[in-house]
T-cell receptor
Framework: GENVEQHPSTLSVQEGDSAVIKCTYS??????FPWYKQELGKRPQLIID?????GEKKDQRIAVTLNKTAKHFSLHITETQPEDSAVYFC???????????FGTGTRLTIIP | SQTIHQWPATLVQPVGSPLSLECTVE??????LYWYRQAAGRGLQLLFY??????ISSEVPQNLSASRPQDRQFILSSKKLLLSDSGFYLC?????????????FGDGTRLSIL
């Protein structure tokens, strides 16, 4: 089955700097890669996703890049703000599979 | 637009008592439905998922069960709770499609077993 590894497990970044979280996946059939943000005590919320037919997707300060050859994808947050502090989860899946395989999460702390 | 409701938001139960958590989705038909559990400070563990009424797939053998009596209703149950059942229970839905669709989570139920 699919295995998703996520690094780092914790990340502290000065406010205004950029943050990068990386995930690797094992199943070359995977073609859908969402990212979720979970604030303390709240539900995970989808913040961005990418399909394997593109290499990069941006939404304001958030971007995701995908390297299918190396089987890894990354979340990039620029100009970080205190409200970016949260746990971020990556996930992977493929067409015809109803399940997502999640990474173990990254706790991002933005230092004011 | 689609919405997902979970209740109760918090629950404190004694060991050995039964459990019933309910999740309903509005604004969509024939969704895929999921139950996850999250221990404090940990990741998301998929417990059950369903692609249709009466169709339940179990991911982790344990003393929990799930049922889908209606298209947009998903219920998580236990006959006798264990201390290890404590956690944050999240229901999620996704649209059924040829391509994988994102999952959307409910607000969760925080379950404490005493």
């Amino acid at each position: 089955g699919e295995n998703v590894e996520q690094h780092p497990s914790t990340l502290s970044v000065q406010e205004g700097d950029s943050a990068v979280i990386k995930c690797t996946y094992s199943d070359s059939a995977s073609n859908y890669f969402p990212w979720y943000k979970q604030e303390l005590g709240k539900r995970p919320q989808l913040i961005i996703d990418i399909r394997s037919n593109v290499g990069e997707k941006k939404d304001q300060r958030i971007a995701v890049t995908l390297n299918k050859t190396a089987k890894h994808f990354s979340l990039h947050i620029t100009e970080t703000q205190p409200e970016d502090s949260a746990v971020y989860f990556c996930a992977a899946s493929w067409s015809g599979n109803e399940k997502l395989t999640f990474g173990t999460g990254t706790r991002l702390t933005i230092i004011p | 637009s689609q919405t997902i409701h979970q209740w109760p938001a918090t629950l404190v139960q004694p060991v050995g008592s039964p459990l019933s958590l309910e999740c309903t989705v509005e604004g969509t038909s024939n969704p895929n439905l999921y139950w996850y559990r999250q221990a404090a400070g940990r990741g998301l563990q998929l417990l059950f998922y369903s692609v249709g009424i009466g169709q339940i797939s179990s991911e982790v053998p344990q003393n929990l069960s799930a049922s889908r009596p209606q298209d947009r209703q998903f219920i998580l149950s236990s006959k006798k709770l264990l201390l290890s059942d404590s956690g944050f229970y999240l229901c999620a839905w996704s649209a059924m499609d040829r391509e994988v669709q994102p999952q959307h989570f409910g607000d969760g139920t925080r379950l404490s077993i005493l």
